[in-house]
Structures are given as structure tokens and as C-alpha cells.
């Protein structure tokens, strides 16, 4: 039956891509995962004015490429023996050693620049994927309520690109009907102050809703358990983190790797289950989570797992090479990782689309 998918299943499907991404700065393999995340988008975009934000987060990734080329050419310092042109220079402070403003600019370093910002642009375009497949407004009920406060602040301001884009969508179209310009440098001043207010508003309607809701009202508690509660919290959080350091290092004794790893993440859920008993608010009709997100959840965990792996054994083809600059190749079974994530657009349920109500035709009498 078509319905929605829980919104979680979507960003652990989104934040497995970004794993992958961060891994590698093979441009091949970037713009694979790209594709990959832009198909499962179209297959599987509810219609909403949320739903349009990967194309905006698209954008903002050509942005971040051009900027990460700029500051290559005019502040780091060059890569390799290749000199395509020569910008002039400044002469800097001993105290900025390491700097440059200008001077010789490589094809090398200029690889580099587009390879990492490639990388970057690819993590957005799966936070962008991320924000129209979910929708922000259920993605906060299922947030814990022990992390309710935090998941409003994240929830505001992960729907800071969904509304803009809604916005920005609205001011066009009243514009094109009063025949001004949408486009180019006008339009894009003409848009700004509308977009501006209506945020401002919506901000101011968004503070109004929650205090009208009771927003920060917590349950009565004992002083004794708000202690047991916050050393809950304290001790798994120091154990999780020296148990982490303890896999890591493995000069560290033994008792202080997976050991005190398991009891931080008991100590820190006892903690959670504890915190979110000062929490007052309900939750009507909560999405399910059955077969369908733990499969999309099992396919972002085999796309981050072989990416990990594969860094970890030293596999050749996820760094392209950059000086001598060369045909980045291509890793099979990082190709088949990736494309395990382009199964949600097939297992998944379809999304609800609305009905078309029927137009009654005017009968005319003979």
C-alpha cells in the first residue's frame, strides 16, 4: 500500500551516501552517488514544497566547488610542477608563513581543488536528498523525548532550505502574473525582501505555536533522580569515549576498548530513558517502522560498511589521483556498494499521491 516512509529510514539512508562520500574524492564514484541519490528521489519525491530541495542543495554544491577553485588559486599553496598561469603576487608577513596571495597556479592543484569540493558538494546533495524524502514536520515525532528541544532546534533549521525554497517559489509566480522580471540580478532583488518577510513571519508564527503549545513544560521530578538522571548521562558519555579510544588504539589494555564501550551505551540509554520521562508531550498515530525501513536502513549500512572497509584495507581507485594527474580508476566493488542504495526506489512502498476531484460537467438541456 502507497504511504510514507519513516522519516528516519531516509536520513540514515541519506547519512550512509555521505559516509561513502567523505571516504573517497574519486569523482567518478562522487558523481555516482549523486545519481544514485537523485534517482531515488525522483522514484520516491512526495509532492510537497519541501520535497524540491535537492536541486537547491545542487546548486549550493556548484557554489561550493567554485569557491573551493578560488581560494586553490589564490591562497594554498600550488601542487605539482604542471604551471598553467601566473597571478601576481603579494609579498606576506613572516608570521604568515605557509600563505600566498597569488603566484604560479598548477593543473594539479587545480584537480585537487575541484576534487574536494566535488566531495563536499556530494555530502550536501545527500543532506539535500535527505530533506526531500523526509518530511521535517514527522521527522520530529520520532525523535526521542528525551532529545525533544534539541530535535526542535535541528528541525528548524533543517527546513530552513525546504521553506526558502517554497518561498522562493511563491514570489516568482507573484511576480511572473504582475509581468516583472524573475530572473538575473532584478529578480533576484525584487525576491529578497518578500522572502525575508515571510520569514520573519514565520518565525514569529512559529514562536506564537509553541508557546501557545507549552513548549519547554517538563513533568516534576525528585532531586535524587535528576542527579542519577545527569550521572547517567556523564558516565556513558566518558566511557563511550574512552571505550571508542580503546578500539582505536591498540596499544590500550583490553578492558578499555569494547568493554567500556557497552557499558557507556548502557549507562547513556538508561540515561535517555530516564530524561525523557520529564517530557509531557504525546504522540498521535506514530509511524511504523516494519520491513520496508529496516531494508532501506540495511542498504545505507553495506554502502558506509564497504567504504570503511575499504579505507581501512587500503583499496586503490578511492583517491583519484592528483599529481601525476591521471584516469582515476574505478574500485568494482565500491561501484556495487553504491549502487545498493538505489534499491529504496524499488522496495519502498509508493508515496500517496492526492486524488484529482472530478469536475461535474453543466448539463444543457436539449
Known amino acids: 500500500m502507497a504511504r510514507m516512509l519513516h522519516p528516519g529510514a531516509w536520513w540514515l539512508w541519506a547519512a550512509g551516501l555521505a559516509v561513502a562520500a567523505s571516504r573517497t574524492n574519486n569523482p567518478l564514484l562522487l558523481l555516482l552517488i549523486i545519481a544514485v541519490a537523485g534517482y531515488v528521489v525522483a522514484a520516491r519525491r512526495p509532492i510537497a514544497p519541501w520535497s524540491r530541495s535537492f536541486a537547491v542543495f545542487l546548486r549550493i554544491g556548484l557554489i561550493v566547488i567554485a569557491i573551493r577553485v578560488v ?15 601566473t597571478l601576481p603576487s603579494v609579498m606576506l608577513p613572516e608570521f604568515l608563513a605557509g600563505v600566498r596571495l597569488g603566484g604560479p597556479v598548477t593543473a594539479e592543484s587545480l584537480l585537487a581543488a575541484v576534487y574536494d569540493g566535488l566531495r563536499l558538494a556530494t ?14 514536520a514527522r521527522l520530529l515525532k520520532a525523535v526521542p523525548a528525551a532529545l525533544y528541544e534539541f530535535g526542535v532546534s535541528v528541525v528548524v533549521a533543517v527546513t530552513f532550505a525546504p521553506q526558502l525554497v517554497a518561498d522562493l517559489d511563491r514570489v516568482r509566480a ?5 509581468g516583472r522580471s524573475e530572473g538575473g540580478v532584478r ?8 522572502v525575508l518577510e515571510g520569514a520573519l513571519e514565520r518565525s514569529v508564527a512559529l ?21 542519577f538522571t545527569t550521572a547517567a548521562l556523564l558516565i556513558g558519555l566518558v566511557a563511550a569515549v574512552v571505550g571508542v579510544y580503546g578500539l582505536l588504539d591498540a596499544a590500550a589494555p583490553a578492558y578499555l576498548g569494547l ?35 529496516w531494508a532501506v ?8 560498511g564497504t567504504f570503511l572497509v575499504a579505507g581501512a584495507i ?6 583519484a589521483p592528483v599529481d601525476p594527474p591521471a584516469w582515476p580508476a574505478v574500485p568494482p566493488i565500491a561501484v556495487l556498494g553504491i549502487l545498493v542504495s538505489v534499491l529504496p526506489a524499488v522496495i519502498t512502498p509508493p508515496v500517496p499521491r492526492p486524488r484529482s476531484v472530478p469536475v461535474a460537467r453543466e448539463v444543457v438541456p436539449a
Open 71 to 85: 581560494f586553490q588559486v589564490i591562497v594554498a599553496a600550488p601542487i605539482g610542477t604542471t604551471v598553467l598561469f
Open 123 to 136: 555530502i550536501l546533495a545527500c543532506v539535500g536528498a535527505a530533506n526531500s524524502l523526509a518530511s521535517p
Open 174 to 178: 507573484a511576480r511572473r502574473l504582475r
Open 187 to 194: 529578480g533576484a532583488a525584487g525576491a529578497a525582501v518578500p
Open 207 to 227: 514562536a506564537a505555536a509553541m508557546d501557545s503549545r507549552g513548549y519547554g513544560r517538563q513533568a516534576e521530578r525528585s532531586p535524587s533522580m535528576r542527579r
Open 259 to 293: 568493554p567500556m564501550l557497552l557499558l557507556g551505551l548502557a549507562c547513556g540509554i538508561t540515561g535517555f530513558a530516564l530524561a525523557g520521562r520529564r517530557s509531557t508531550r504525546t504522540r498521535y498515530r506514530p509511524d511504523p517502522w516494519t520491513w520496508p525501513e
Open 297 to 304: 536502513t540495511a542498504c545505507a549500512i553495506v554502502t558506509a
Open 314 to 319: 587500503g583499496m586503490t581507485g578511492l583517491m
